[in-house]
């Protein structure tokens, strides 16, 4: 069933270009979205959405999360297609998070869950590592900004840091269903949150900073590396919830730092994320909307581009009636090389 039908002229098509798409075009299913953190459902009903998809999420009897196209003090007999008429979706619960299936049910598989690696399988880390923020503007626009991982030195400096830096390196790798950026720096200036909160005295540090975003599911995983200094492992979903609006239901993992970091660095997400809605609200409607208008880029914005072209390759693949995963899309397949990380030290 091709439920829709985007409207992307061809790549061989003149008006073709990453520079010029238009993301409300862009609605791409089967995939899973964590709707809500775990602690957030229990036996009376939360309402969540994706897309102005409505999603009720409760705990049963059993304490089984329940998820619902519709408030069970409401049933319907017939559901509709996201459903596939019983009015339920599927539902998994893993990392912390209640995932809940957009798309055709009878596609679900567990095998593209996305790999969280430096979270615990069965959640449970301190609530105060979490928190939960809103964007004013569409998902593709938040995490498009997410993944230029030099806006942070301009736009965060006051809680990452300058730009300051002996050497900057940048690579970007892809599959077809995810993108990646990987920012190395050699003497950079020292992060102030590391300064002030986390005991960092020395004058500069070394980088390694990585965002791998999953296409479908507008998540993305944020690992930072600083030596001196601690590891900053965030889990970013940027759930869209309708066009000009995404939802994140963020968590730190700061289990490997000490005091007072660990409680300070999950707060910094709200100083964050108010600078970066400052400045992607007010672009919002612009980048919704085709425009002839020349969009300059250096190659730092490699990400970007890549980010821009990977939905556009699947939402042409989803028009044409393909909504499977390419081999090299098995989600659930550990990423914790590509992070740079030691999985087994999340798994203590």
């Not at 003497?187 to 070394?206: C, E, L, N």
């Not at 730190?252 to 970091?261: C, D, E, I, Q, R």
């Not at 609200?281 to 890549?306: C, I, M, V």
Request: proline letters at 7%; aromatic letters at 12%; one cysteine or more.
């Amino acid at each position: 069933m091709n439920h829709f039908a985007n409207m992307l002229p061809p790549e061989n098509d003149p008006s073709f270009s990453v520079n010029s798409w238009t993301p409300r075009d862009v609605i791409l299913r089967d995939a899973w979205f964590p709707v809500a953190n775990a602690h957030h459902v229990g036996r009376k009903p939360v309402r969540r959405s994706i897309h102005s998809q409505p999603y009720y999420l409760w705990r049963d009897g059993n304490g089984v999360a329940v998820a619902s196209e519709f408030h069970p003090a409401n049933p319907v007999k017939d559901g509709g297609f996201f459903t596939g008429g019983t009015g339920f979706y599927p539902a998994i619960e893993r990392w912390g998070y209640i995932w809940a299936w957009y798309g055709d049910p009878a596609n679900a598989d567990e095998m593209v869950l996305p790999d969280v690696p430096y979270l615990p399988r069965d959640g449970g880390l301190p609530k105060y590592m979490s928190g939960t923020v809103r964007f004013d503007c569409t998902s593709a626009l938040s995490l498009e900004n997410l993944i230029d991982l030099t806006h942070a030195d301009y736009l965060h400096a006051s809680v990452v840091g300058d730009d300051l830096s002996d050497d900057d390196g940048i690579e970007v790798v892809t599959t077809s269903e995810t993108v990646t950026m990987i920012r190395t720096c050699k003497g950079k200036s020292v992060a102030p949150v590391m300064r002030y909160v986390g005991g960092t005295f020395a004058r500069t540090q070394d980088v390694r900073a990585v965002i791998h975003i999953f296409l479908r599911s507008h998540v993305a995983l944020a690992y930072g590396r600083y030596r001196p200094g601690f590891d900053v492992p965030l889990f970013h979903p940027c759930i869209p919830e309708t066009r000009d609006r995404c939802r994140l239901d963020y968590t730190f993992n700061m289990s490997g730092t000490l005091s007072p970091f660990r409680y300070v660095m999950p707060k910094a997400s709200y100083i964050v994320s108010g600078q970066d809605n400052y400045m992607t609200r007010p672009q919002n409607q612009a980048y919704l909307e085709p425009t002839r208008r020349r969009d300059l880029h250096s190659p730092f914005d490699q990400s970007g581009q890549k980010y821009r072209a990977g939905m556009q390759a699947l939402a042409r693949r989803q028009a044409a009636g393909d909504y499977s995963y390419r081999s090299d899309g098995l989600l659930s397949a550990d990423c914790s090389e590509l992070l740079g990380i030691d999985r087994k030290q999340y798994q203590r």
